[in-house]
Each structure stands twice: as C-alpha cells, then as structure tokens.
C-alpha cells in the first residue's frame, strides 16, 4: 500500500480495523504515529459535541411553542371576535339561551366559537397530542391525566375577553369543542345552552369553568365524563 493510499483510508477512518490497514501500520512507525494522534483528534471532536440535553427541554420547547402561538392569536383576536360575532348575528344566536336564566354572554359566545371551528379545523395540518394540550393547559395550571380523544385542534382564543383555551375534538358523534377558562365569579358561565344548531353543558372547578359544546342532537355524557375525570389542577 503507497502512503497517498493510506493517508487517505486512516483520514477517513482513524479507528479502521481493516486488515491491509494494520499491517501497515505494523511495518510502519510514522504510519502508527499518524494514527494514534488523528484517534486522539477523533475522541476530543466526539467528546466536544456530546453536549448534555437539560431533562426538562422538551418541555420547555413545548411552552415556547404555545407562548409564541398564544402572541400570535392574540395579535389577531379582534378579527376572531369581530368574526364570531357576525356570524353568531347572522345565525339569529341571539336570544336562544335557555335553562336558569343564567348569563347568555359566555355560552353564546362559545355557540360562535363551534361555527368558527368549521372554518378553522380544515387548515390545521399539524398533529395534536396531549403533551401539546397539556403544554398550553399549563398556563392555565391545568392538565390532563390521560387522553380525553382525538384532538384536532388546540388554540387560545377569548370569549368575552376572558383567555380561553380552545379544543377542537373528532368524535363518533362529529366535531365537539371543549372550552377551559380561568373561574371567574363576575363571568359566570349558564350550566346548559344552546342554539337552533348546537348545545353545550358546562361545570364549574374551583380553579376553572369548563365547556362541552357539540351538534344538537350529540350526547355529550362521554366526553363530559371523560374530561371530568383526566383533568385537574393545581392548587
């Protein structure tokens, strides 16, 4: 073997065990000098790109996701609320509230929010799993212990400006929506309304109110227990 040969197999490969490779070597002590230190060269690189990943960094990626993504909703929830309200008027939502003469602002707005997801849910090509809702749940200190089912959207939107985080849900019984907003005593949320198209049930947490909304005719008992029993939040 000519030293150019060499040369070039011991630069491409200083740890090679190849035969031929080893007799030179053997026959050589320049030759076993130059490998040696390009070993040595090769150890320090791989030891100064064996950089430690921090355990929660994922996590934390996760959240800078969802805070970048909530910026960005909220830079555009005036043309979300001006449009939800143009339809809801549009769908005569106005005025269909019922059951305990409760406050109609937040179901209504919820109702809006159901016409909305037709519009958005079409769009959204990125998968959802829960680590992601979980991630912008945690915002809210909030998070789901298990899957409450196919989520296929997750987004922060506003219902009478209060933030709210937004899931959009494929069930046997169509699209559902689940609504999580920060309790707040002065926007109280009715336990049960509906629309001529849609209905919703909603439940109070000491932390949190929260809202089912799906098709009129859907029963909503599955998904309410589902999430009744995964959530939870921190004291």
Not at 143 to 163: E, K, M, P, W
Not at 171 to 191: A, E, L, R
Not at 211 to 232: F, H, Q, R, T, Y
């Amino acid at each position: 073997m000519d030293d150019l040969e060499f040369r070039r197999r011991i630069y491409a490969d200083p740890n090679t065990t190849d035969k031929d490779m080893l007799a030179a070597i053997k026959g050589d002590s320049d030759k076993a000098a130059l490998k040696s230190s390009l070993q040595q060269l090769d150890g320090k690189l791989l030891q100064a790109v064996k950089v430690p990943v921090p355990d929660d960094l994922a996590h934390k990626l996760i959240w800078q996701q969802a805070t970048g993504e909530f910026n960005r909703h909220k830079r555009r929830s005036r043309w979300f609320i001006a449009m939800a309200a143009s339809v809801a008027f549009m769908a005569g939502v106005t005025g269909t509230m019922v059951f305990n003469q409760a406050p109609a602002d937040i179901g209504t707005e919820a109702l809006a929010h159901m016409r909305y997801a037709e519009i958005e849910t079409p769009h959204s090509g990125i998968e959802v799993n829960m680590q992601q809702v979980n991630a912008k749940l945690a915002g809210f200190g909030g998070t789901f212990s298990q899957s409450i089912g196919d989520v296929a959207v997750a987004n922060y939107c506003h219902l009478n400006r209060q933030q709210t985080l937004h899931l959009i849900l494929n069930t046997d019984q169509g699209k559902m929506s689940v609504f999580v907003m920060p309790h707040n005593d002065s926007n109280p949320v009715p336990p049960a309304f509906a629309d001529e198209k849609y209905h919703g049930e909603s439940w109070s947490l000491q932390n949190a109110s929260i809202m089912v909304v799906g098709d009129k005719g859907a029963d909503l008992n599955p998904l309410v227990e589902k999430v009744k029993s995964s959530i939870s939040f921190s004291a």
